[in-house]
């Protein structure tokens, strides 16, 4: 099956820094790459996702990145802010008739103010 | 829009007790999942529902029971709880006709197996 692994798995980061997570995948029939954000105490939420057509795409500060030759992907999130502090999941999904998300393990980003 | 609910939000017991843990969804999605979260693990999937009357296993299903009668509701059940079964579990749906496969996820329910 699919397994997706994360890193960093803690990151802190400044107030108007960037900061990146990656994501690797190992199954390259894989075709959509979702980004979860979990606030403490909470279901985690889609904050962006990309399809295996597409390289990058943004929303405000934003963006993932996708290399399919790598089969790897990465949140970037640019010009931090203390509400950006939260657990961050990257995903995979083939599209099988289950339709189920393989999760990363997390990234718990600490933006300082 | 009540969305997705989860219910008991937080729940102890005992080991070998019988636990039903409730979501319910008022968009009429016909893909509801059951997922844990554990420390170092993200979400692992333990069930999933096509549709009402439809279910299959996912990656951790072993001591877990689900049912779906009705398309709102998806019940997990651990037929004898174990401590290994101490999480957080987390209730999503998604549209079927969604090709993006957006899940909406519940608030959680933190169960804790002494």
């Known amino acids: 099956g699919e397994n997706v692994e994360q890193h960093p798995s803690t990151l802190s980061v400044q107030e108007g820094d960037s900061a990146v997570i990656k994501c690797t995948y190992s199954?390259?029939?894989?075709?959509?790459f979702p980004w979860y954000k979990q606030e403490l105490g909470k279901g985690p939420q889609l904050i962006i996702d990309?399809?295996?057509?597409?390289g990058e795409k943004k929303d405000q500060r934003i963006a993932v990145t996708l290399n399919k030759t790598a089969k790897h992907f990465s949140l970037h999130i640019t010009e931090t802010q203390p509400e950006d502090s939260a657990v961050y999941f990257c995903?995979?999904?083939?599209?099988?008739?289950?339709?189920?998300?393989?999760f990363g393990s997390g990234t718990r980003l600490q933006v300082q103010p | 829009d009540a969305g997705i609910t989860q219910s008991p939000r937080y729940k102890i017991t005992e080991t070998g007790r019988q636990v039903t843990l409730m979501c319910h969804q008022t968009?009429?999605?016909?893909?509801m999942f059951w997922y844990r979260q554990d420390l170092g693990h993200g979400l692992r999937l333990i069930y999933y529902?096509?549709?009402?009357?439809?279910?299959d296993k996912g990656e951790v299903p072993d001591g877990y029971v689900v049912s779906r009668s009705k398309t709102e509701n998806f019940p997990l059940t651990l037929e004898s709880a174990t401590r290994s079964q101490t999480s957080v579990y987390f209730c999503?749906?998604?549209?079927?006709?969604?090709?993006?496969?957006?899940?909406?996820f519940g608030p959680g329910t933190r169960l804790t197996v002494l």
């Open positions: 999503a749906s998604s549209r079927a006709r969604d090709n993006y496969n957006e899940q909406f």
């Open positions: 199954d390259s029939a894989s075709n959509y």
């Open positions: 990309i399809r295996s057509n597409v």
């Open positions: 995903a995979a999904y083939k599209d099988t008739g289950r339709r189920a998300l393989t």
């Open positions: 968009w009429s999605h016909s893909y």
């Open positions: 529902s096509a549709a009402a009357d439809i279910t």
